[in-house]
């Protein structure tokens, strides 16, 4: 049989019977569209909180006081017994292929200016902050190169805090009151806007030392540094356990590479995206019942024909082959219809939630579709079969 | 016609052909059952974590120090604040009329030695309040003793698994440890309530506040934990807590107070929130496994063409038709689904014997939800081939053989 | 009493017209014995489909017992098909999956008739027609005779006052035709209008009035 009028045949089966065709592969429609929006979605969400998470860069390190891992919290919410210093920053500081070290001291108080007030998050930093979580910063400048020990009483506002402590006026070179103690304000930021729910413009950013001695604490909550873009994370990351380890006598902090927590996240997201696909593969399950269904109700509707095929010399392996094709053909179609639903459902989701833009994955794509052809193959083999092993005679007993 | 009739005769014309009546019923089985199953495991997930968070305590606020402005954001978790929530704070809670106890606690972590082994543990520095506060249980010895919260005994009380790892098998009981620079004697040891969101008292280390105080030097306090005499007296403890921390604060609200009611309401609605759309997405399948219903069932009037002329030419109205092929696709949704259910139980009796630790069952409304679902998608996918039936002309339907 | 008045009755085959009934008028009373025939496509079956109230004229009117059954809407002529007029094919339309019991009982029960009450009157309909020990089978297991006797059993229980057979013997044997067509003239002498359509001439001569349809028209009508 010439290979076009394979598809001929089988194609004209499938229209003979418009109405039903049309709905077993809507089944399989339905599903591979779910398959293909779940994963879209899922796609887009991991890409949203990937970008989330590097926009502070990618060649960031973080250190936390203490070892404790099995709370599953930061060492920097609770007290410790030995605490991250200054000083430490500075010994950091001096390592090879170190761009800059941060020294992050956070808070909670009272920011008053004039008769206004708000409370916001108090972050003390050093003036490498800017750089090593690419700040941008909107009017004046960031904090200054002060020495650590001994910083001059600046702040600067994040746009929030901006915005409701002084609205259109100027804020450059007024003196606000951050609990009890006064500072100049010598530069805004541009809105970084929200991650992970933290409002990072509902912020102010002071010398660590002013926020440390605000704050009564001794001690640093974080120690990020920035390394050179060609250096390994975790190269890098041993060199900064030995230097603390000489220092401390100890390993009494935590060390966490952006490289290894976006593993880890990518990890779970991609673990996340496929879980959704596969709950979305449950109506393609069903819609390959359907065409299972539909197959073997065809065969028996056309018994005869398949008496009078056999009668007229077509092998068995042809009769399968037909079958066959007339399965996979109605799930092809279905697929591609499937995918349409799902790139235009991404698609209307991304227009009603810009934030969180679907990310069509192609290669989900196309194994989705892959997956409907195959689905329509395994539906397809036991009706097929069946017509292929009919008698002739008794097949065409049937008409 | 009487509903027994119609019941009888659509039950045989569905069932009259067996291989694809069973297939529209596994089709239907599969769906429902998914969706069953994953309504159950959200609702059992949601169970868990709502228990989990009762047993820290009943009628509990919780006072942070700091306060955030950002609505909707998360309340100042982390961090210090220029004012220390401190142990004079926490008492001056106590006058309070609605509050039956409160308990300070300052929360650290530190390494615990005893000769040669060493671990890193969670200290917590608290009083003997925190015993009926957080519905601890002791499997030796006895609790923090009561007192003067300013006193620092040496005196501490020591979870399970951190009992086993620093004693082995051997009684720890009036034993010593060294906890940073300083001793303590065990005086008991927490029965293992294993983990209860994320803290895990199994390896933790109780002192009194006031030696945590000393051993972190710090006189700031990380929680306080307030228990209101009655689930009617929360709100009003909660006013009085800010307004006692406002006057001992100058005027200043600086504090974040969170009710166990509004976090559990929380939890309630984000797993609430979670299963629903997990059992939106199963049930997609449904939606494919009702157009496969109406699809055999299209097939089915054109196939039984001739005994639909033959009913109306024995007086059946459109009306009756219609029911009958409605009543056949309801009845084989129906089937479907009580597969399903029973699919999905068996199922959820097996994920609750392979993980005993979880309270996994079928969720109560189950049934309820897999007969609605099965009423709605044998009637709503059943419509358009009864209708089909309803509408054929009786002469040109007999006409044909 | 039955009066069919200028019926007219069209069909749409593909792009032609196919004229099935033209001006067709006829009477009939009470326990006529009516045969009608023609040849193939003369428009016997159309005819009897209208008789039937399985098919509505373009134009004319159909009186039935003083009603004017051809301007009754869906509902009311199920109601009288059901009460006053019983069917009986050449393919005798029995539903396969039903016993004969059950078969015969289909009209009780779409008239909603409870299951009691049809036990004894399906059992004597088995028993008048020899059927007694052939409720329990399915069509599949009778004999084409029996399937037919089957089929008339389930014509006359609602009591009508119509049968209208059409090719009644059309798929039997011969003695089986003869059969059948004595329990046809027996109900009709009981006082049951019976309407027939045959080709089969000497089936039709036994008929009290012959009806010779050609071409859509009744071309003449003989008696006795």
Same mark, same amino acid.
């Given at each position: 049989?010439?290979?076009?009028?394979?598809?001929?045949?089988?194609?004209?089966?499938?229209?003979?019977?418009?109405?039903?065709?049309?709905?077993?592969?809507?089944?399989?429609?339905?599903?591979?569209?779910?398959?293909?929006?779940?994963?879209?979605?899922?796609?887009?969400?991991?890409?949203?909180?990937?970008?989330?998470?590097?926009?502070?860069?990618?060649?960031?390190?973080?250190?936390?006081?203490?070892?404790?891992?099995?709370?599953?919290?930061?060492?920097?919410?609770?007290?410790?017994?030995?605490?991250?210093?200054?000083?430490?920053?500075?010994?950091?500081?001096?390592?090879?292929?170190?761009?800059?070290?941060?020294?992050?001291?956070?808070?909670?108080?009272?920011?008053?200016?004039?008769?206004?007030?708000?409370?916001?998050?108090?972050?003390?930093?050093?003036?490498?902050?800017?750089?090593?979580?690419?700040?941008?910063?909107?009017?004046?400048?960031?904090?200054?190169?002060?020495?650590?020990?001994?910083?001059?009483?600046?702040?600067?506002?994040?746009?929030?805090?901006?915005?409701?402590?002084?609205?259109?006026?100027?804020?450059?070179?007024?003196?606000?009151?951050?609990?009890?103690?006064?500072?100049?304000?010598? !530069?805004?930021?541009?809105?970084?806007?929200?991650?992970?729910?933290?409002?990072?413009?509902?912020?102010?950013?002071?010398?660590?030392?002013?926020?440390?001695?605000?704050?009564?604490?001794?001690?640093?909550?974080?120690?990020?540094?920035?390394?050179?873009?060609?250096?390994?994370?975790?190269?890098?990351?041993?060199?900064?356990?030995?230097?603390?380890?000489?220092?401390?006598?100890?390993?009494?902090?935590?060390?966490?590479?952006?490289?290894?927590?976006?593993?880890?996240?990518?990890?779970?997201?991609?673990?996340?995206?496929?879980?959704?696909?596969?709950?979305?593969?449950?109506?393609?399950?069903?819609? !390959?019942?359907?065409?299972?269904?539909?197959?073997?109700?065809?065969v028996n509707e056309r018994t005869g024909e398949i008496g009078l095929l056999r009668a007229m010399?077509v092998?068995q392996?042809?009769i399968?082959?037909?079958?066959?094709?007339?399965?996979?053909?109605?799930?092809?179609?279905?697929?591609?219809?499937?995918?349409?639903?799902?790139?235009?459902?991404?698609?209307?989701?991304?227009?009603?939630?810009?934030?969180?833009?679907?990310?069509?994955?192609?290669?989900?794509?196309?194994?989705?579709?892959?997956?409907?052809?195959?689905?329509?193959?395994?539906?397809?083999?036991?009706?097929?079969?069946r017509a292929a092993r009919l008698h002739p005679v008794e097949a065409l007993r049937a008409e | 016609?009487?509903?027994?009739?119609?019941?009888?005769?659509?039950?045989?014309?569905?069932?009259?052909?067996?291989?694809?009546?069973?297939?529209?019923?596994?089709?239907?089985?599969?769906?429902?059952?998914?969706?069953?199953?994953?309504?159950?495991?959200?609702?059992?997930?949601?169970?868990?974590?709502?228990?989990?968070?009762?047993?820290?305590?009943?009628?509990?606020?919780?006072?942070?120090?700091?306060?955030?402005?950002?609505?909707?954001?998360?309340?100042?978790?982390?961090?210090?604040?220029?004012?220390?929530?401190?142990?004079?704070?926490?008492?001056?809670?106590?006058?309070?009329?609605?509050?039956?106890?409160?308990?300070?606690?300052?929360?650290?972590?530190?390494?615990?030695?005893?000769?040669?082994?060493?671990?890193?543990?969670?200290?917590?520095?608290?009083?003997?309040?925190?015993?009926?506060?957080?519905?601890?249980?002791?499997?030796?010895?006895?609790?923090?003793?009561?007192?003067?919260?300013?006193?620092?005994?040496?005196?501490?009380?020591?979870?399970?698994?951190?009992?086993?790892?620093?004693?082995?098998?051997?009684?720890?009981? !009036?034993?010593?440890?060294?906890?940073?620079?300083?001793?303590?004697?065990?005086?008991?040891?927490?029965?293992?309530?294993?983990?209860?969101?994320?803290?895990?008292?199994?390896?933790?280390?109780?002192?009194?506040?006031?030696?945590?105080?000393?051993?972190?030097?710090?006189?700031?306090?990380?929680?306080?934990?307030?228990?209101?005499?009655?689930?009617?007296?929360?709100?009003?403890?909660?006013?009085?807590?800010?307004?006692?921390?406002?006057?001992?604060?100058?005027?200043?609200?600086?504090?974040?107070?969170?009710?166990?009611?509004?976090?559990?309401?929380?939890?309630?609605?984000?797993?609430?929130?979670?299963?629903?759309?997990?059992?939106?997405?199963?049930?997609?399948?449904?939606?494919?496994?009702?157009?496969?219903?109406?699809?055999?069932?299209?097939?089915?009037?054109?196939n039984?063409?001739?005994?639909?002329?033959?009913?109306?030419?024995?007086?059946?109205?459109?009306?009756?038709?219609?029911?009958?092929?409605?009543?056949?696709?309801?009845?084989?949704?129906?089937?479907?689904?009580?597969?399903?259910?029973?699919?999905?139980?068996?199922?959820?009796?097996?994920?609750?014997?392979?993980?005993?630790?979880?309270?996994?069952?079928?969720?109560?409304?189950?049934?309820?939800?897999?007969?609605?679902?099965?009423?709605?998608?044998?009637?709503?996918?059943?419509?358009?081939?009864?209708?089909?039936?309803?509408?054929?002309?009786?002469?040109?339907?007999?006409?044909?053989r | 009493?039955?009066?069919?008045?200028?019926?007219?009755?069209?069909?749409?085959?593909?792009?032609?017209?196919?004229?099935?009934?033209?001006?067709?008028?006829?009477?009939?009373?009470?326990?006529?014995?009516?045969?009608?025939?023609?040849?193939?496509?003369?428009?016997?079956?159309?005819?009897?489909?209208?008789?039937?109230?399985?098919?509505?004229?373009?134009?004319?009117?159909?009186?039935?017992?003083?009603?004017?059954?051809?301007?009754?809407?869906?509902?009311?002529?199920?109601?009288?098909?059901?009460?006053?007029?019983?069917?009986?094919?050449?393919f005798?339309?029995?539903?396969p999956?039903?016993?004969?019991?059950?078969?015969?009982?289909?009209?009780?029960?779409?008239?909603?008739?409870?299951?009691?009450?049809?036990?004894?009157?399906?059992?004597?309909?088995?028993?008048?027609?020899?059927?007694?020990?052939?409720?329990?089978?399915?069509?599949d297991?009778?004999?084409g005779?029996?399937?037919?006797?089957?089929?008339?059993?389930?014509?006359?229980?609602?009591?009508?006052?119509?049968?209208?057979?059409?090719?009644?013997?059309?798929n039997?044997?011969?003695?089986?035709?003869?059969?059948?067509?004595?329990?046809?003239?027996?109900?009709?002498?009981?006082?049951?209008?019976?309407?027939?359509?045959?080709?089969?001439?000497?089936?039709?001569?036994?008929?009290?009035?012959?009806?010779?349809?050609?071409?859509?028209?009744?071309?003449?009508?003989?008696?006795?």
């Amino acid at each position: 049989m010439q290979i076009q009028d394979f598809f001929r045949y089988t194609f004209n089966g499938i229209r003979a019977q418009r109405l039903r065709s049309f709905l077993t592969t809507l089944g399989i429609a339905v599903g591979i569209g779910a398959v293909v929006l779940l994963t879209s979605l899922g796609e887009g969400l991991h890409r949203f909180v990937l970008a989330e998470f590097t926009q502070f860069g990618t060649n960031l390190i973080a250190i936390n006081p203490g070892k404790v891992t099995t709370h599953g919290v930061s060492g920097a919410l609770l007290s410790n017994v030995r605490p991250l210093t200054i000083e430490d920053t500075a010994i950091l500081k001096q390592l090879p292929q170190i761009l800059d070290v941060v020294s992050v001291v956070q808070g909670n108080g009272a920011i008053k200016a004039g008769g206004r007030q708000r409370r916001a998050t108090i972050y003390g930093v050093d003036a490498s902050a800017a750089r090593v979580w690419k700040f941008a910063v909107a009017a004046g400048r960031f904090l200054p190169d002060d020495p650590p020990r001994s910083a001059r009483s600046f702040v600067v506002l994040g746009s929030k805090v901006r915005q409701e402590l002084f609205g259109s006026n100027q804020a450059l070179g007024m003196r606000i009151r951050i609990g009890g103690e006064l500072f100049r304000v010598i !530069g805004s930021m541009e809105s970084k806007g929200q991650m992970l729910g933290f409002d990072l413009d509902d912020a102010v950013y002071i010398p660590a030392a002013k926020a440390m001695a605000l704050f009564n604490r001794e001690s640093l909550m974080e120690i990020d540094l920035l390394h050179t873009a060609g250096s390994s994370s975790s190269v890098v990351a041993e060199k900064v356990r030995k230097a603390l380890q000489a220092r401390h006598g100890k390993e009494d902090f935590t060390i966490t590479t952006q490289e290894k927590m976006l593993e880890i996240l990518g990890g779970v997201l991609n673990t996340l995206t496929i879980a959704v696909g596969a709950l979305g593969g449950i109506s393609l399950l069903v819609g !390959g019942v359907g065409i299972l269904t539909i197959m073997s109700i065809t065969v028996n509707e056309r018994t005869g024909e398949i008496g009078l095929l056999r009668a007229m010399g077509v092998e068995q392996s042809q009769i399968l082959t037909l079958f066959l094709g007339e399965a996979v053909l109605l799930a092809a179609i279905g697929g591609l219809a499937g995918l349409g639903l799902g790139v235009g459902g991404s698609w209307l989701f991304s227009l009603a939630v810009p934030a969180l833009p679907a990310h069509i994955s192609w290669t989900y794509v196309a194994s989705a579709e892959l997956l409907a052809a195959f689905v329509g193959l395994l539906a397809g083999v036991l009706p097929a079969r069946r017509a292929a092993r009919l008698h002739p005679v008794e097949a065409l007993r049937a008409e | 016609m009487q509903i027994r009739d119609i019941l009888s005769f659509s039950l045989l014309a569905a069932t009259a052909n067996r291989g694809r009546t069973l297939l529209m019923l596994l089709a239907m089985a599969i769906a429902v059952s998914s969706v069953v199953v994953l309504i159950s495991l959200g609702d059992s997930a949601r169970h868990y974590v709502i228990d989990q968070f009762s047993t820290l305590g009943t009628n509990l606020l919780i006072v942070l120090p700091g306060r955030s402005e950002t609505t909707g954001g998360p309340p100042p978790l982390l961090g210090a604040t220029p004012r220390d929530l401190t142990l004079a704070d926490a008492m001056a809670l106590n006058r309070a009329r609605t509050v039956r106890r409160i308990t300070p606690i300052i929360a650290g972590s530190a390494p615990i030695s005893v000769r040669s082994l060493e671990r890193e543990m969670l200290v917590l520095g608290s009083t003997s309040e925190l015993y009926e506060i957080r519905h601890l249980a002791l499997s030796q010895g006895s609790f923090l003793p009561p007192g003067e919260p300013t006193r620092a005994e040496a005196v501490c009380v020591i979870g399970q698994k951190g009992k086993k790892e620093l004693f082995g098998n051997q009684p720890a009981i !009036g034993r010593w440890l060294r906890i940073g620079d300083r001793r303590f004697r065990v005086i008991g040891v927490l029965s293992s309530s294993g983990v209860s969101l994320g803290e895990d008292l199994g390896e933790v280390v109780i002192i009194p506040v006031a030696a945590a105080q000393a051993l972190f030097n710090t006189s700031s306090l990380f929680r306080i934990l307030v228990e209101a005499t009655s689930p009617e007296g929360i709100e009003q403890t909660r006013k009085s807590i800010l307004d006692t921390i406002r006057v001992r604060h100058e005027g200043e609200d600086d504090i974040t107070v969170i009710t166990q009611d509004a976090v559990l309401t929380t939890f309630d609605r984000i797993f609430k929130a979670l299963t629903l759309s997990v059992a939106g997405i199963a049930a997609i399948s449904l939606v494919v496994a009702g157009i496969m219903i109406m699809n055999v069932m299209l097939v089915a009037v054109s196939n039984r063409r001739a005994e639909i002329g033959l009913l109306k030419a024995l007086g059946a109205s459109r009306t009756q038709i219609l029911g009958l092929f409605l009543t056949e696709s309801t009845i084989l949704s129906s089937i479907g689904a009580g597969i399903g259910l029973v699919l999905a139980l068996l199922g959820m009796r097996l994920a609750a014997f392979l993980f005993p630790q979880f309270p996994l069952q079928l969720a109560p409304w189950s049934s309820a939800i897999s007969l609605g679902v099965a009423l709605i998608t044998g009637v709503v996918f059943g419509v358009l081939p009864a209708r089909r039936a309803a509408d054929l002309e009786p002469a040109f339907a007999l006409m044909r053989r | 009493m039955i009066s069919l008045q200028n019926i007219e009755r069209i069909f749409q085959v593909g792009d032609e017209e196919v004229h099935a009934l033209r001006d067709v008028s006829m009477t009939a009373t009470d326990g006529d014995h009516i045969a009608i025939m023609g040849p193939s496509g003369s428009g016997k079956s159309s005819l009897l489909n209208i008789l039937g109230l399985l098919d509505r004229p373009d134009t004319g009117s159909y009186e039935l017992d003083g009603v004017k059954v051809s301007e009754l809407d869906e509902k009311e002529q199920a109601r009288i098909r059901r009460h006053k007029i019983g069917f009986v094919f050449q393919f005798f339309h029995l539903v396969p999956r039903l016993t004969a019991f059950d078969n015969i009982a289909l009209p009780l029960m779409l008239a909603g008739m409870k299951q009691d009450e049809r036990q004894a009157r399906v059992t004597a309909a088995l028993a008048a027609f020899g059927l007694g020990n052939r409720a329990q089978h399915r069509p599949d297991q009778l004999s084409g005779g029996q399937r037919q006797r089957v089929a008339i059993a389930r014509a006359t229980i609602m009591q009508p006052s119509v049968i209208l057979a059409d090719e009644p013997t059309g798929n039997l044997d011969r003695n089986s035709g003869i059969e059948v067509v004595e329990i046809l003239e027996e109900l009709n002498r009981q006082g049951i209008t019976l309407i027939m359509v045959t080709h089969d001439p000497e089936l039709g001569r036994r008929a009290q009035r012959q009806i010779l349809m050609v071409d859509g028209r009744i071309e003449r009508e003989a008696e006795g």
